[in-house]
């Protein structure tokens, strides 16, 4: 099993383009996130979702969009990038139930210059 | 609204015991995870508390009190390689919403 991939690994955009980042997950996980991280933020969860066709908005939204298609796919998207989402981009699956933990993708380093 | 409170950086000497504390005021409460990070990867689990008490799994033990809002993260016999972030993540109740602490830089010094 692959786990939780995240693609790409590192991306350069200027200011104003568009991107997508992939979450692809194995796992037949319901639930699905993406967090960034800043230094000395932790983890801030951008938005989330709790099954296939269904999207929610977590603490930091404003500037993205996700969509979740396919159970195992959990895309988000920026549509005009800003210098202020330079970030580590990390997405997470787990199964339902609030016991259980989150299975962490790699990780994609994104700089907006 | 939602607040989880860490102390940013904690320095303890190997083979000691540190206590890194996480506060929160959520909305939903729903149990309460603590999560190890290095430097460059991804975090990684360590405990999960729902009730009230100590659980305690080697080396490492969480607490919980939900009336005070209060966990803690007790790291023993600290080695050089439990330097790395702590992060302390509360399950709001609302279906599956998971917020993150800022987390605990500790570093373990010989």
């Known amino acids: 099993n692959a786990g939780v991939t995240q693609t790409p690994k590192f991306r350069v955009l200027k200011t104003g383009q568009s991107m997508t980042l992939l979450c692809a997950q194995d796992m037949n996980h319901e639930y699905m996130y993406w967090y960034r991280q800043d230094p000395g933020m932790g983890l801030r969860l951008i938005h989330y979702?709790?099954?296939?066709?269904?999207?929610a908005k977590g603490e930091v939204p404003d500037g993205y969009n996700v969509s979740r298609l396919k159970k195992q796919n959990f895309l988000l998207g920026l549509e005009s990038a800003a210098p202020s989402q330079t970030s580590v981009y990390f997405c997470a699956s787990r199964p339902t139930g609030p016991n259980e933990k989150l299975f962490f993708g790699s990780g994609t380093q994104l700089s907006v210059l | 609204g939602q607040n989880i409170d860490q102390p940013t950086e904690m320095t303890a000497t190997e083979g000691a015991i540190v206590q890194i504390n996480c506060t929160y005021q959520?909305?939903?409460?729903?149990?309460l995870f603590w999560y190890q990070q290095h430097a460059g990867e991804a975090p990684t689990f360590l405990s999960y508390n729902v009730l009230d008490g100590l659980e305690e799994k080697g080396r490492f033990s969480s607490f919980l009190s939900r009336s005070k809002g209060y966990s803690y993260l007790l790291l023993k016999e600290l080695q050089m390689k439990d330097s790395a972030s702590y992060l302390c993540?509360?399950?709001?109740?609302?279906?599956?919403?998971?917020?993150f602490g800022q987390g605990t830089e500790l570093s373990v010094k010989p």
């Open positions: 993540a509360v399950n709001d109740n609302q279906g599956g919403k998971l917020i």
């Open positions: 959520t909305s939903g409460f729903n149990g």
């Open positions: 979702s709790v099954g296939e066709g269904t999207t």
